[in-house]
């Protein structure tokens, strides 16, 4: 298991003007941060910071593939992340996120930029994710197609295979399609 160590970034420690850092996000990261959504991944992040006195402006680019379920098929397929996102930092009293602003307590000065990375992640993840046209596993598109509203056991005649709850249904789409 990797360490999130290299994310927690001393912001008192950075001088005035522009810093930049790089993170390598790979199948460790996503096990150490413990990802719900994301398992397993090849990612860089550029990290650019802004500091003007006590703010901090934060500029992530994220580049690369991560492994998703197909939404068809179920089996893993890489999908193409390229994300660019803002935050901004300041010290105060506590530690506070809110929306694009985090605070941070002024005494610690640090600020662990590991989560937002994966938020950032999680959030280009296109919301239907499928295999091009022809590469899904053939043997769970067969069973899929069986067991599909229109097609059944009893043959490949749509109508007579139909739940009689989507009859109705598909009488109104027929109407509106003439």
């Known amino acids: ?11 008192k420690g950075l001088e005035e003007g ?14 150490t941060i413990d990802a719900p959504e994301v398992q397993r991944g090849e990612l860089r992040t550029d990290l650019s910071i802004h500091r003007v006195g006590d703010f901090f402006e934060l500029d992530f680019h994220t580049v690369g593939t991560i492994q998703v379920p197909c ?19 300041k010290f105060g009293e506590d530690y506070i996120e809110d929306d694009d602003l985090v605070t941070v307590p002024g005494n610690e000065g640090v600020v662990d930029v ?8 999680e959030l280009a993840i296109p919301f239907k994710h499928a295999h091009e046209s022809g590469e899904c596993d053939p043997a769970m598109l067969q069973l899929l197609k069986a067991h599909s509203a229109t097609e059944g056991a009893h ?23 003439e």
């Open 1 to 11: 298991m990797g360490s999130l160590e290299p994310f927690k970034i001393d912001l």
């Open 114 to 121: 590991s989560w937002f990375i994966y938020e950032f992640v």
């Open 71 to 89: 939404d068809l098929c179920l089996e893993d397929m890489a999908q193409s992340i390229d994300t660019r996102n803002k935050l901004v930092v």
């Open 155 to 177: 043959g490949d005649n749509a109508e007579d295979n139909m739940d009689p709850r989507w009859a109705g249904l598909e009488k109104i789409k027929t109407t509106i399609k």
């Open 18 to 31: 522009d810093t930049k850092l790089v993170f390598h996000l790979d199948d460790s990261y996503f096990e």
